[in-house]
């Protein structure tokens, strides 16, 4: 089975600290991803990662930055944190499916980071 | 762009009763179709797939069709349980990436 480990299940932060979010993924996959996750609003994707170094935003990038140094690594960074970004925060992975586009490839997640910025 | 809509929640059943959960797209195209799972204080969860029209995914007792008429792909369950409470995710791969594109979710609770 494939397993996504995130850091910390919990984490209080301090208003303009950097916060490191740190996701591990055991299945050599090539693509992924961090979400937040708001009442109401569902899923929204931050950032994923296609590739060692390679990244491309999602559709709330801002305040946000990401690293992919190693394959299985994928780090999400809050460069000064703000009491907006208090969320669940959740780490995916999946398989590339080749590019050709609609992949059948599922994403397999960690069980998140729930994150108050106080 | 491509889309995903999903019946407002909670739904509120009790046990042994029958659930479907309305999920529809919106794809130029001819996207993958998922159900997640996410049960509370967990990560999201794969509960079943299709990859082309009229294929049917099922697991753990659910099941949902993947309906290129209608554009549908309605989850169902026969009879729930009070551990099937949880909030439940349709989406669909984007065309030009692996991304996913996920419904805002609905929540269903199941009471004995």
């Known amino acids: 089975d494939v397993k996504v480990t995130q850091s910390s299940r919990y984490l209080v932060k301090r208003t303009g600290e950097k916060v490191f979010l740190e996701c591990v993924q055991d299945m050599d996959h090539e693509n992924m991803f961090w979400y937040r996750q708001d009442p109401g609003l569902g899923l929204r994707l931050i950032y994923f990662s296609y590739d060692v170094k390679m990244k491309e935003k999602g559709d709330i990038p801002e305040g946000y930055s990401v690293s992919r140094e190693k394959k299985e690594r994928f780090s999400l960074i809050l460069e000064s944190a703000s009491t907006n970004q208090t969320s669940m925060y959740l780490c995916a992975s999946s398989l590339w499916s080749g590019g050709a586009g609609y992949s059948n490839q599922p994403q397999h997640f960690g069980d998140g980071t729930r994150l108050s910025i106080l | 762009g491509d889309s995903v809509t999903q019946m407002e929640g909670p739904v509120t059943l009790s046990e042994e009763a029958f659930l479907t959960i309305n999920c529809t797209y919106t794809?130029?195209?001819?996207?993958?179709l998922f159900w997640y799972v996410q049960y509370p204080g967990e990560g999201l969860q794969l509960l079943l797939k299709?990859?082309?029209?009229?294929d049917k995914g099922s697991n753990k007792g659910f099941e949902a069709t993947y309906r290129k008429e209608t554009t549908s792909f309605h989850l169902e369950k026969g009879s729930v349980q009070v551990s099937d409470s949880a909030v439940y995710f349709c989406a669909l791969s984007d065309k030009n990436t692996d991304k996913l594109i996920f419904g805002t979710g609905t929540r269903l609770q199941v009471f004995p």
């Open positions: 299709a990859t082309k029209a009229d």
């Open positions: 794809a130029t195209g001819y996207p993958s």
